[in-house]
């Protein structure tokens, strides 16, 4: 059966803090991993991975795939108090989107 | 502007009364998707279509059912609401499966109570 793992599944963190989240998965037929971040509302796009080893940034944010280990990180660097949301992982194998729990992240001033 | 469109935003619903939610699209993608998502859980595939082929998830309750009579709109059918049934419904979209640059985008999601 599919999953994605995510550990933590809450953190609490101070203004300025980096912080490194975590997705596992065991999938068939892997296509790609992708990055979200929801507040309340629905989630929104930030990273999608399909290859080993090569990291993606967007100011803050990178995030880097290991597709022989099965994993992905998520590190934000210099985090503030727009970044408390959840993170969602989740990975396509073909053509649906399986997520993963989710890291609530808590940034306190 | 809006790509992915969901009405309405929140729908109240009583038990046992068949509701129906909308969503419509821009993008002139080719798969649509609808999620169920619980408070404070992940996202849950419930099905999708590519073009008008339907995929049903396999544990996906027989209460739910879904229409896409055409490229931009999908339905979402429940036929009897539970009070388990409450949650927030998530459309989205793609341009296909086969692109590994595809990414996915929401619609804002339709909030159902059932009383």
């Known amino acids: 059966e599919d999953k994605v793992v995510q550990s933590p599944l809450s953190l609490v963190v101070h203004e300025g803090d980096t912080v490194t989240l975590n997705c596992s998965y065991e999938?068939?037929?892997?296509?790609?991993l992708l990055w979200y971040k929801q507040e309340k509302k629905a989630p929104t796009f930030l990273f999608m991975l399909?290859?080993?080893?090569i990291e993606k940034k967007s100011g803050r944010l990178s995030s880097i795939l290991d597709k022989k280990e099965l994993f992905s990180i998520l590190n934000i660097t210099a985090t503030q108090t727009g970044d408390s949301a959840i993170y969602l992982c989740?990975?396509?194998?073909?053509?649906?989107?399986?997520f993963g729990p989710g890291t609530s992240l808590s940034v306190i001033p | 502007d809006a790509m992915v469109i969901q009405n309405p935003r929140y729908q109240v619903t009583q038990f046992g009364k068949p509701v129906t939610l909308s969503c419509s699209q821009t993008?002139?993608?080719?798969?649509m998707y609808w999620y169920q998502q619980k408070s404070s859980q992940a996202p849950k595939l419930l099905f999708h279509?590519?073009?008008?082929?339907?995929?049903n998830e396999a544990d996906t309750p027989d209460n739910f059912q879904s229409r896409r009579p055409n490229t931009s709109f999908c339905f979402l059918d429940i036929r009897s609401p539970g009070l388990g049934d409450a949650a927030m419904y998530l459309c989205?979209?793609?341009?296909?499966?086969?692109?590994?640059?595809?990414?996915?985008?929401f619609g804002p999601g339709t909030r159902l109570t059932v009383l």
């Open positions: 989205a979209t793609s341009r296909g499966t086969l692109a590994d640059t595809d990414t996915q985008y």
């Open positions: 999938v068939t037929n892997f296509r790609s």
């Open positions: 399909t290859s080993s080893g």
């Open positions: 989740a990975v396509r194998p073909y053509d649906k989107v399986i």
């Open positions: 993008l002139n993608h080719n798969v």
């Open positions: 279509y590519y073009d008008k082929d339907f995929n």
